[in-house]
């Protein structure tokens, strides 16, 4: 259960450069400042906050890598990292540098402030201790942004430029600053900071330098090195060399246009160095374009990303689906960080339709402290809530203000905001923001038969594609939104609040489907293109469609694919609900072949590589993992019943397959394990069931006899409690 909350620092103050020195987009700042203690701590707390990105080392150490966080958590307030270990720290006097990276400029996942500079508060014993003097602040003056593309409008990011004849060696603690400036003193209120919210997720996880899988020469100046997977990396070059020489470092997902990422770009000193580019990329290789005169020694590159383990697991005897299975997992993966993220490379945005899908596969592909990103995005999308009480997304964001009002229908909605509550039991988050989604919901209206009147938002935008049949789609998304909206004021005893958002569901579902209902599938009036798949999904998923229907509308998900890999998802889940587990995984092969059967390590944005939006787009997109929940959830059929998997419902419903496991990852390091073994006519079972937790299991349809633990079960379902079950199981 997360039970930590977002704790708020409001005395600090911001040291930047002089007023009258504003600091440019891109620009790298040094901070240089000592401490002295008359003895080591038994405890500290530093509380540090930078806009945008810093380093911290003390004594020469470096401690801190990449800290701080994209602003902010809501439009007016920034991050502040707090930090309870400083290794280098010593009795006597502490030299303490920082290097701070001033993105100066919106984008859609950050917003900028005025001011470029560091808030540093530090307690020892619980008492705050200053530095000896004022902070001096330099001007790095080896790094500048480079010439050539920039990065598109929606990146705060700059590329990287470093000239490494330059460089100084500001960290050290034997190095003289006395000739730089001291820095201005200023109010978080005049820096344009406000409030200092403590960092809600954890530090990044550094794998280390590491090898690349392989290298090969392009050519006499292109050096190509591939990675083992798509990661999220900072490249590393050793190298002999004149002074003077430009090496350019970009990945092979490096694109022009509107599409365009960041790249780095290194200026040699003479002699034999070393560069590690400070700002991530990603990719599946990286590409050093070497001029005339420059030796290489070795490269090398540094994974780092959001520190979460991969501790679920899923396989089976269909290497496509287990395949398709790992290639969501690492999807998700990367597209974590300061936030969820749709892709790591055009936008690194938190538009919430793709956190639905993340959040969901969160619970069964990472451990616990994957949650807590979840709950930062779900206090960041209400923080941001505007005066008119709508909500959009993605936030934080400088430069991007619409509404796509269906994805904010679902960030608040069964799929959203009650399945983090469902995974986690964390009741005071729903707690914090249900006042706010009370507010958006009520934005909504109905009309006199009790159908939702469409609003157009910003971007009314229903999913990428065509045939899109958005009077459906706003219906179908406020029912599931006002299902959500439902479980949550129950939760908070608001039983007003609660009934009457079920009576508004239940009416809704009655109308559509007398008024939009043709005898074979939904279709709203003036409606001019093909049928659509997506909306005839979320008619299933929210109960729209009478269960005695399920056969007449059956076959319509084997004749239209419209739904980008986003809606897929519920498309799959629909077959999945009605109960067609084998049509499901037979759509889902067919659909995503070409992501499985590619060499690339993540899935796609559209189902094909290409031109921007639906056809093609990024290759590492995070709405297209839906799959990874479709298989944990309904095949292998394990789905939690009571907040924080204390109780879970064990389904398998294995369709063509003959052989599956999985592990689903439960805080404390506890797993929930599951193996089924089957022939035609009988199988095995083994399930463990974790401490604290019980599990409701199911037998599968295909049998009609089986033992728990060597005895005899007449029930077709049962209820186990903590520990380890085998399960024999046969026809007769």
Same mark, same amino acid.
């Given at each position: 259960?997360?039970?930590?909350?977002?704790?708020?620092?409001?005395?600090?103050?911001?040291?930047?450069?002089?007023?009258?020195?504003?600091?440019?987009?891109?620009?790298?700042?040094?901070?240089?400042?000592?401490?002295?203690?008359?003895?080591?701590?038994?405890?500290?707390?530093?509380?540090?906050?930078?806009?945008?990105?810093?380093?911290?080392?003390?004594?020469?150490?470096?401690?801190?890598?990449?800290?701080?966080?994209?602003?902010?958590?809501?439009?007016?307030?920034?991050?502040?990292?707090?930090?309870?270990?400083?290794?280098?720290?010593?009795?006597?006097?502490?030299?303490?540098?920082?290097?701070?990276?001033?993105?100066?400029?919106?984008?859609?996942?950050?917003?900028?402030?005025?001011?470029?500079?560091?808030?540093?508060?530090?307690?020892?014993?619980?008492?705050?201790?200053?530095?000896?003097?004022?902070?001096?602040?330099?001007?790095?003056?080896?790094?500048?942004?480079?010439?050539?593309?920039?990065?598109?409008?929606?990146?705060?990011?700059?590329?990287?430029?470093?000239?490494?004849?330059?460089?100084?060696?500001?960290?050290?603690?034997?190095?003289?600053?006395?000739?730089?400036?001291?820095?201005?003193?200023?109010?978080?209120?005049?820096?344009?900071?406000?409030?200092?919210?403590?960092?809600?997720?954890?530090?990044?996880?550094?794998?280390?330098?590491?090898?690349?899988?392989?290298?090969?020469?392009?050519?006499?100046?292109?050096?190509?090195?591939?990675?083992?997977?798509?990661?999220?990396?900072?490249?590393?070059?050793?190298?002999?060399?004149?002074?003077?020489?430009?090496?350019?470092?970009?990945?092979?997902?490096?694109?022009?246009?509107?599409?365009?990422?960041?790249?780095?770009?290194?200026?040699?000193?003479?002699?034999?160095?070393?560069?590690?580019?400070?700002?991530?990329?990603?990719?599946?290789?990286?590409?050093?374009?070497?001029?005339?005169?420059?030796?290489?020694?070795?490269?090398?590159?540094?994974?780092?990303?959001?520190?979460?383990?991969?501790?679920?697991?899923?396989?089976?005897?269909?290497?496509?689906?287990?395949?398709?299975?790992?290639?969501?997992?690492?999807?998700?993966?990367?597209?974590?960080?300061?936030?969820?993220?749709?892709?790591?490379?055009?936008?690194?945005?938190?538009?919430?339709?793709?956190?639905?899908?993340?959040?969901?596969?969160?619970?069964?592909?990472?451990?616990?402290?994957?949650?807590?990103?979840?709950?930062?995005?779900?206090?960041?999308?209400?923080?941001?809530?505007?005066?008119?009480?709508?909500?959009?997304?993605?936030?934080?964001?400088?430069?991007?203000?619409?509404?796509?009002?269906?994805?904010?229908?679902?960030?608040?909605?069964?799929?959203?905001?009650?399945?983090?509550?469902?995974?986690?039991?964390?009741?005071?988050?729903?707690?914090?923001?249900?006042?706010?989604?009370?507010?958006?919901?009520?934005?909504?209206?109905?009309?006199?038969?009790?159908?939702?009147?469409?609003?157009?938002?910003?971007?009314?935008?229903?999913?990428?594609?065509?045939?899109?049949?958005?009077?459906?789609?706003?219906?179908?998304?406020?029912?599931?939104?006002?299902?959500?909206?439902?479980?949550?004021?129950?939760?908070?005893?608001?039983?007003?609040?609660?009934?009457?958002?079920?009576?508004?569901?239940?009416?809704?579902?009655?109308?559509?489907?007398? =008024?939009? &209902?043709? $005898?074979?599938?939904?279709? #709203?009036? %003036?409606?001019? /293109?093909?049928?659509?798949?997506? @909306?005839?999904?979320?008619?299933?998923?929210?109960?729209?469609?009478?269960?005695?229907?399920?056969?007449?509308?059956?076959?319509?998900?084997?004749?239209?694919?419209?739904?980008?890999?986003?809606?897929?998802?519920?498309?799959?889940?629909?077959?999945?609900?009605?109960?067609?587990?084998?049509?499901?995984?037979?759509?889902?092969?067919?659909?995503?072949?070409?992501?499985?059967?590619?060499?690339?390590? =993540?899935? &796609?944005? $559209?189902?094909?590589?290409? #031109?921007? %939006?639906?056809? /093609?787009?990024?290759?590492?997109? @995070?709405?297209?993992?839906?799959?990874?929940?479709?298989?944990?959830?309904?095949?292998?059929?394990?789905?939690?019943?009571?907040?924080?998997?204390?109780?879970?419902?064990?389904?398998?419903?294995?369709?063509?397959?003959?052989?599956?496991?999985?592990?689903?990852?439960?805080?404390?390091?506890?797993?929930?394990?599951?193996?089924?073994?089957?022939?035609?006519?009988?199988?095995?079972?083994?399930?463990?069931?974790?401490?604290?937790?019980?599990?409701?299991?199911?037998?599968?349809?295909?049998?009609?006899?089986?033992?728990?633990?060597?005895?005899?079960?007449?029930?077709?379902?049962?209820?186990?409690?903590?520990?380890?079950?085998?399960?024999?199981?046969?026809?007769?």
């Amino acid at each position: 259960m997360l039970v930590c909350c977002l704790s708020v620092y409001v005395q600090a103050q911001v040291w930047t450069l002089k007023e009258k020195e504003p600091a440019a987009p891109g620009t790298w700042w040094c901070f240089r400042n000592t401490v002295t203690l008359e003895e080591l701590p038994r405890s500290l707390e530093l509380c540090l906050a930078a806009d945008t990105k810093y380093w911290l080392w003390v004594n020469g150490e470096l401690q801190v890598s990449e800290g701080g966080l994209k602003r902010g958590p809501n439009p007016s307030d920034t991050y502040c990292d707090v930090i309870t270990s400083l290794p280098a720290l010593r009795a006597g006097e502490n030299t303490v540098a920082l290097l701070v990276w001033y993105f100066g400029k919106d984008g859609f996942s950050h917003r900028n402030s005025p001011t470029a500079g560091i808030s540093f508060s530090l307690f020892c014993d619980g008492k705050e201790v200053e530095p000896d003097a004022k902070w001096r602040v330099k001007k790095h003056p080896a790094y500048y942004v480079p010439q050539g593309e920039q990065p598109n409008y929606r990146l705060a990011e700059s590329n990287i430029g470093f000239d490494a004849v330059k460089d100084i060696p500001f960290m050290s603690p034997e190095y003289n600053d006395k000739k730089w400036k001291k820095a201005t003193e200023i109010s978080l209120e005049k820096a344009g900071w406000n409030q200092l919210v403590n960092r809600p997720i954890p530090f990044w996880k550094d794998y280390g330098l590491k090898p690349y899988a392989k290298t090969e020469m392009q050519g006499d100046t292109l050096l190509r090195a591939y990675l083992p997977y798509n990661a999220q990396i900072t490249p590393y070059i050793r190298l002999k060399a004149p002074a003077g020489k430009c090496i350019r470092i970009r990945t092979d997902n490096y694109r022009g246009g509107s599409a365009t990422n960041v790249f780095a770009e290194y200026r040699t000193c003479e002699g034999e160095q070393t560069f590690e580019c400070k700002g991530w990329m990603n990719g599946h290789y990286v590409q050093y374009e070497l001029p005339e005169g420059v030796e290489v020694l070795d490269v090398k590159y540094r994974e780092t990303g959001y520190d979460t383990s991969f501790a679920g697991s899923f396989s089976c005897d269909d290497p496509m689906l287990t395949r398709l299975w790992d290639k969501s997992q690492r999807t998700l993966y990367i597209t974590m960080r300061d936030t969820y993220m749709d892709c790591p490379d055009r936008e690194r945005a938190q538009w919430w339709g793709d956190v639905v899908n993340e959040l969901g596969e969160a619970f069964y592909a990472l451990d616990e402290k994957a949650h807590l990103l979840t709950r930062k995005g779900i206090h960041e999308l209400m923080g941001w809530q505007r005066a008119d009480s709508t909500i959009f997304a993605p936030v934080p964001a400088g430069n991007y203000k619409d509404e796509l009002p269906m994805q904010m229908l679902a960030s608040v909605s069964h799929y959203g905001f009650w399945t983090y509550y469902m995974g986690t039991g964390d009741r005071q988050t729903i707690a914090d923001v249900l006042p706010r989604v009370k507010k958006y919901i009520h934005v909504w209206k109905t009309d006199a038969q009790g159908l939702v009147i469409p609003r157009s938002g910003g971007w009314t935008w229903g999913d990428w594609g065509e045939n899109k049949d958005m009077t459906l789609l706003f219906n179908l998304w406020y029912v599931i939104a006002l299902k959500g909206y439902e479980e949550m004021n129950q939760l908070a005893g608001e039983a007003e609040e609660a009934a009457w958002a079920r009576t508004t569901a239940d009416k809704l579902r009655k109308v559509f489907h007398r =008024t939009f &209902w043709n $005898g074979k599938y939904y279709i #709203s009036p %003036g409606y001019q /293109g093909k049928p659509d798949d997506r @909306a005839q999904a979320l008619a299933v998923v929210s109960g729209v469609l009478p269960k005695e229907l399920y056969p007449v509308i059956r076959p319509f998900f084997s004749t239209w694919y419209h739904a980008s890999p986003y809606m897929e998802k519920y498309v799959l889940e629909a077959l999945c609900t009605m109960g067609y587990y084998q049509d499901a995984l037979n759509r889902m092969k067919l659909r995503y072949r070409a992501m499985i059967e590619s060499p690339l390590t =993540t899935l &796609w944005e $559209g189902w094909g590589i290409g #031109s921007e %939006g639906f056809g /093609g787009g990024t290759y590492n997109h @995070a709405w297209s993992g839906g799959p990874l929940t479709i298989l944990s959830q309904y095949i292998a059929g394990i789905e939690t019943l009571e907040p924080a998997f204390r109780t879970f419902r064990v389904a398998p419903h294995p369709a063509h397959l003959s052989f599956i496991r999985t592990q689903v990852p439960l805080s404390g390091g506890r797993r929930i394990v599951f193996e089924m073994d089957k022939s035609a006519h009988s199988g095995t079972m083994y399930l463990r069931v974790p401490e604290g937790t019980s599990a409701q299991v199911v037998l599968p349809a295909e049998f009609q006899r089986w033992s728990v633990n060597g005895e005899p079960k007449n029930e077709r379902q049962l209820m186990l409690s903590a520990g380890e079950w085998h399960f024999e199981m046969s026809e007769k």
